[in-house]
T-cell receptor
Framework: NAGVTQTPKFRILKIGQSMTLQCAQDMNHNYMYWYRQDPGMGLKLIYYSVGAGITDKGEVPNGYNVSRSTTEDFPLRLELAAPSQTSVYFC?????????????FGEGSRLTVL | RKEVEQDPGPFNVPEGATVAFNCTYSNSASQSFFWYRQDCRKEPKLLMSVYSSGNEDGRFTAQLNRASQYISLLIRDSKLSDSATYLCVVEFSNSGYALNFGKGTSLLVTP
């Protein structure tokens, strides 16, 4: 039972570098989300998608981009990495279209920008 | 005012104790409420939904007070394995994105 799979689990970037965090789910969920979690803070929504081809900004989208070409995949792109993007990133998916229902999270990607 | 507020703790309790966590939310239009559990350096996982009439799942009881915009989680007969951070989560609408997470309350159950 794979659920939501994120890669990589750990990454160190230099300031100004770019990278893509991969997220894939095998539950045929329409809704997918990217959150970031800073130490001692609640999860903040970066971007979300309600289906293939549809994405929208969350609370903290600056410095990130997403795409949703398939139901399964929802990659998060970091352009010109900054130290403020050091965080743990969680991808999540959910089934319900009316009301969110249960979120299923990936194991997280720990990113450090130096 | 923060949208979802929780006492961060930590709550240190002995095994077998009863412990209660509280959460307040600012948006009176909130529609759905949840408690998630997050183990150290792990992803959050749904513990239970919170229904208007209150609901129980084994040793866990969740209560909702819409008038006071207040949610609670009660854990009875605490186990060592209950040690984790408990996240209060509030859905403000059915739009698919309006989930607000509290910062979490840390619980440590000691022998």
């Amino acid at each position: 039972n794979a659920g939501v799979t994120q890669t990589p689990k750990f990454r160190i970037l230099k300031i100004g570098q770019s990278m893509t965090l991969q997220c894939a789910q095998d539950m045929n969920h329409n809704y997918m989300y990217w959150y970031r979690q800073d130490p001692g803070m609640g999860l903040k929504l970066i971007y979300y998608s309600v289906g293939a081809g549809i994405t929208d900004k969350g609370e903290v989208p600056n410095g990130y981009n997403v795409s949703r070409s398939t139901t399964e995949d929802f990659p998060l792109r970091l352009e010109l990495a900054a130290p403020s993007q050091t965080s743990v990133y969680f991808c999540a998916s959910s089934e319900k279209t009316g009301g969110i229902g249960e979120l299923f999270f990936g194991e997280g990607s720990r990113l450090t920008v130096l | 005012r923060k949208e979802v507020e929780q006492d961060p703790g930590p709550f240190n309790v002995p095994e077998g104790a009863t412990v209660a966590f509280n959460c307040t939310y600012s948006n009176s239009a909130s529609q759905s409420f949840f408690w998630y559990r997050q183990d150290c350096r792990k992803e959050p996982k749904l513990l239970m939904s919170v229904y208007s009439s209150g609901n129980e799942d084994g040793r866990f009881t969740a209560q909702l007070n819409r008038a006071s915009q207040y949610i609670s989680l009660l854990i009875r007969d605490s186990k060592l394995s209950d040690s984790a951070t408990y996240l209060c989560v509030v859905e403000f609408s059915n739009s698919g994105y309006a989930l607000n997470f509290g910062k979490g309350t840390s619980l440590l159950v000691t022998p």
